[in-house]
Structure formats: structure tokens, C-alpha cells
């Protein structure tokens, strides 16, 4: 990923504020795809439990952001395409995907100008995931 940085930070990862606020998004995150009502249909993309996406989530996102390589270390290459391909990802299931990830950002107060970069980021990677036309 290529994220032009803020001169005051080495990588987005700093910028972020390090594990624990890459922790509190991710936890954000999927706390609020189980509350809201409009991120039904992404909550039922997933299984029962969120406890293993949130762990990948949290290690995926420290790499993507230039921090440690948590996920790579374990998992190898993410060929995240390719993990997605049993679930069921339309337009629909992508854009509350990045809604819930939008409210996230603005809940734990990542910086504006970091949020609307990563928004961008994410939106090319979620697009990208789609598997199906609706
Ligand atoms: C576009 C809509 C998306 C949907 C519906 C979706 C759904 C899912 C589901 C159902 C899982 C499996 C969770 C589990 O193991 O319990 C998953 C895993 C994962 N997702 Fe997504 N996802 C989406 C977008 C994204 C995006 C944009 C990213 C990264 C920026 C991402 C990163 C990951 C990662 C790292 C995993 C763990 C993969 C593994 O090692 O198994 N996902 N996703």
C-alpha cells in the first residue's frame, strides 16, 4: 500500500499511535458490525464468532500500515483476494464494510487527515474483494 505520509510520522502506523490504537480500531470495528443494524449483511458474512477476525484483522492492519508484520510472520503472504473468495462480497457487503471501518476511525479518533487517506486505501482494497456484481 502507498499512503503518502505526514512528514511528522515515519509510517501511517505512528501516525496511528502504535498497537494499542490499531487494537482499539479493530476492536471498534467489529464491535459496532455486531451492534448496528446496518451492517447486517457484512455481519452475516462472517461466522459466529468474531474472535479470529479481529486477531487477523489487528495483525494484517500493523503490516498495512507499516508497523510490525504480525500477519505476514504467521500467515505467509495475505493473498487477501483469494481468503475472501468463500465469502460473499457485492457492492453492498464492500460499502458497509467501509462504513463500519468509517465510524470506527471517527469513534477512536484517528486524526482526520490519516483517516481520509486510509479511507481511500481501503476503498481500492475492499473494491478489489468483490466477487460478486451486486
Ligand atoms: C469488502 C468487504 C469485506 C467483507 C465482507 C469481509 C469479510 C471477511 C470475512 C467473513 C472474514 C473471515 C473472518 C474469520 O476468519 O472469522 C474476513 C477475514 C479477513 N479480512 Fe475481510 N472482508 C472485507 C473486506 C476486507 C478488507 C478491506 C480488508 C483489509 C483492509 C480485510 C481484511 C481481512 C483479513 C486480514 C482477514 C483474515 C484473513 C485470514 O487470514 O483468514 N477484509 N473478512
Redesign the pocket.
Known sequence: MQIEEKPAHATPFDWIGGEDKVRALVDRFYDLMDLEPGYAA?RA???ST?A??RD??FW??CG?LGGPSH?TDR?GH?M?RA??LP?K?GIL??DQ?LACMAQAMAETAVPQDLAERLKNS?FQ??DW??NQGG
Do not use: N, S, V
Open positions: 457484512l458474512a462472517h461466522g468474531l479470529d477476525a487477523k484483522l494484517f492492519l498495512w500477519y500467515f495475505p487477501l481468503r475472501h465469502f462480497i457487503e464492500r464494510w481501503f482494497t475492499a474483494m468483490r
